[in-house]
């Protein structure tokens, strides 16, 4: 076998050194990046922000230097008056520390529904941090002032959003900016909703050892390819198609074992979606934010949670509502009826923890009354049976047209000890018949 042309070693090996400074870059060097951005879903315009009516949203910066805060102001009216006034505040567990008041004129804040960008020095403080911004417009009467988007989400790591002193299920539309951008705090972020499973340091070795190993391979099939085209390739009078197809023939044969993987892989998904029968025609999870919620906590947020979650073999959207909770969705039961389906269980980092375990409950509630559909406790401290992710499934053909609330309630066990009861309810959702 004829040895690879010296140019070709120092080619590919370039190709190697650039991918991996391009990765010391990214984990290392300082750079411009936005660092959190607006979350996806329907907009809606928060209350009014004139007079006494202020907004507040927290939020948490994965990377340092903060230095700027973009929202969307929409003016109410044909004018907004006044100053407005933005505080950026640290939120620490003594209490909100004061770090910037910024006031500019109302005028050259709004315009036209255009975005709007407040820049201040880059805040050196560690993190993970979380900050707050205050927005007021107390100089300007009700029809002088202006909206700001907000998203009907809880999109945010410990984002907050608090309009009239009253706590609001949603985000504020907006981003922030910081000048350095770590490739670890990023992945910090996108880890964050598997934080109990997925802790973030070990995730960025893996993630990287990971990258580097699927780039070795991908050199190592290279060099061979070449050092072995000799060989391998068509004669040099064969079309540019025969060629190709002669060197996709050689990479497969000597890659067998990936290609089989791949083949297995693709037949496994098949035939999971093949097997895949639901027809869903309500997600209850989707719907979450229009919800009624109910809570013995002290705040929404600090009883309800929406995330994805992997419960059995897959990642669920799973609603975390501590105990004592209610949720409770309007929905519309079709002429043909409907089934309604939801997984419940316990956060796996909890099942071992001292507890009481929880009572789970689902109704649905109609013109003529409540009717309970199942009542069930749970507690996988004690029940090792209990450590799971058990599927309900309700038949609600006898509804069929009618409007109805499909209640979910959970409860302390029987102690009434609501420690370490992180109850979930997994893809609730409303499936056909």
Known sequence: MP????????????VVCGALALQAWALWGERWGVAANPPSGPNWPVGEIAEGI???????????????????????????VGDVIFDVLDVTPEGDRPLFRIIKKATSVVKDGRPYTLEFSPIDLPVPRTFKVRIALPEATFGEGFFIDGVEHDRYAAGIL???????????????DAPTAYLAGRIDAISGTYRALLPAAPFVVVFVV???AVLLWVAWVAVAELRGRADTAAPATTGALLRTAAAVRGWVGANRAVVGALVVLVVVVSV??????????????????????????GSLHEGFA?????????????????????????VEIGPTG?????????????????????????????????????????????????????????DLTRFAGERLNVVFNTEPGLSANAVNDAALWCAPRLLAR
Not at 162 to 176: E, H, I, K, S, Y
Not at 351 to 374: C, H, I, S
């Open 3 to 14: 040895p690879m042309p010296r140019r070709r070693w120092v080619s590919w090996g370039l």
């Open 272 to 297: 999971g979606l093949a097997r895949q029968r639901d027809v869903m025609l309500v997600d209850l999870a989707a719907r979450f934010p229009q919800a009624e919620k109910r809570t013995s906590m």
């Open 338 to 394: 409907a089934m309604l389906s939801v997984r419940v269980g316990l956060r796996r980092d909890v099942w071992t923890l001292d507890g009481d375990g929880v009572v789970f409950r689902v109704g649905v509630a109609t013109a003529r009354g409540y009717e309970e559909l199942r009542r069930e406790s749970l507690d996988p401290a004690h029940d090792e049976r209990d450590r799971r992710y058990a599927l309900w499934r309700f």
């Open 306 to 330: 929406l995330f994805d979650f992997p419960t059995v073999g897959v990642v669920e959207p799973c609603i975390l509502a501590l105990p004592s909770s209610r949720i409770t969705w309007p």
């Open 162 to 176: 608090v309009v009239n002193a009253q706590q609001v299920w949603g985000d504020l539309v907006f981003q922030t």
């Open 54 to 80: 202020t907004a507040e949203q927290t939020f948490v910066m994965s990377v340092p230097g903060l230095r700027s805060f973009t929202f969307t102001p929409r003016p109410v009216g044909p004018t907004v």
């Open 210 to 212: 990971a990258l580097n």
